[in-house]
């Protein structure tokens, strides 16, 4: 593990939100880059349950101090609170500094901070497709992002030292960089990972509708509906943000749902049922594939 250590330019990383993501994102620079200081910010109580998890080495409540300070910024935070935070942090970076956020959208994001990152400080828009459905610094885990594809807004022959620093900062900690721009990503996470959770909600709300005093039919609910519902964990909280700065393209996706469904419902009975299901058995084959 020594020569990814030697060939990363950072010394000090701060990272702004301490929860799941940012602090797994902490814990796993810890681990396996423990020359790098971290610093935290969050809510105090966030922060300081961060420092007890030995997630950051310190933590600190003035924003500006922790930014200029830094090589590496990492914001793990809501869409709106990386937004509203950008115009600080681009005025407080060090030029030599790389900024990264690790929103769910990205297209917004890329769009404002094509706008406050002219000169000096990088910015590099990042999205982890990592995570769980429960949140907080208490369930952040330093191998969230092992065997998982993280994107990055960049293309892969970036001739900045520091963006190739972070990519092999994510393939040390386990994950796989795929790059491509804003738009596309946007796209894309609409389709995987925005649908699904949307299916999960209305599947969860079918489910609670048609359940009777009795219990049933939820009472008789298997491994496979708990599977299904799994994302039916996620707070709303974290999912504002992504359906306000992606309606275009979720709406395209629920659309296309909507059709299959309907595609579904008019060929119960026929032979092309079972099209369908042979279709569906392929793509669940080759998502086991890709691991």
């Not at 949140?135 to 190739?164: C, K």
């Not at 299916?199 to 509708?209: F, G, H, P, T």
Request: charged share 20%; net charge negative.
């Amino acid at each position: 593990m020594s020569s990814p250590k030697t060939a990363i330019p950072f010394s000090r990383a701060t990272v702004i939100g301490t929860g799941l993501i940012g602090g797994s994102f902490a814990l796993a620079l810890r681990r396996h880059f423990p020359n790098i200081t971290i610093t935290g910010f969050d809510e105090p109580d966030v922060a300081n349950r961060a420092l007890g998890r030995d997630a950051v080495q310190e933590i600190t409540g003035d924003m500006a101090s922790a930014v200029r300070g830094a090589d590496l910024i990492y914001m793990a935070l809501p869409i709106s609170k990386i937004l509203e935070l950008m115009p600080l942090i681009a005025g407080h970076a060090k030029p030599e500094a790389l900024v990264t956020d690790a929103g769910s959208t990205k297209t917004l994001i890329a769009v404002e901070s094509a706008k406050l990152f002219k000169n000096g400080a990088r910015f590099l828009g990042g999205h982890p497709i990592a995570g769980k459905e429960v949140s907080g610094i208490e369930n952040a885990d330093e191998n969230l992002f092992r065997n998982t594809r993280y994107t990055l807004i960049a293309e892969e022959n970036d001739a900045d030292p520091r963006v190739q620093a972070f990519a092999r900062i994510l393939r040390t900690v386990g994950a796989v960089p795929v790059w491509c721009d804003a738009e596309t990503h946007d796209w894309a996470a609409g389709v995987v990972s925005h649908l699904p959770q949307l299916l999960a909600v209305a599947l969860a709300s079918v489910i609670r509708e048609e359940t009777d005093e009795t219990g049933l039919p939820l009472s008789l609910a298997g491994p496979g509906v708990k599977d299904m519902l799994r994302l039916a964990g996620s707070p709303y909280g974290v999912w504002r943000d992504i359906t306000h700065t992606n309606s275009e393209n979720i709406a395209r996706a629920l659309d296309r749902l909507g059709q299959a469904i309907e595609h579904l419902r008019t060929n119960l009975t026929s032979k092309a049922l079972e099209k369908e299901f042979r279709a569906a058995n392929e793509i669940y084959r080759s998502l086991q594939k890709q691991g």
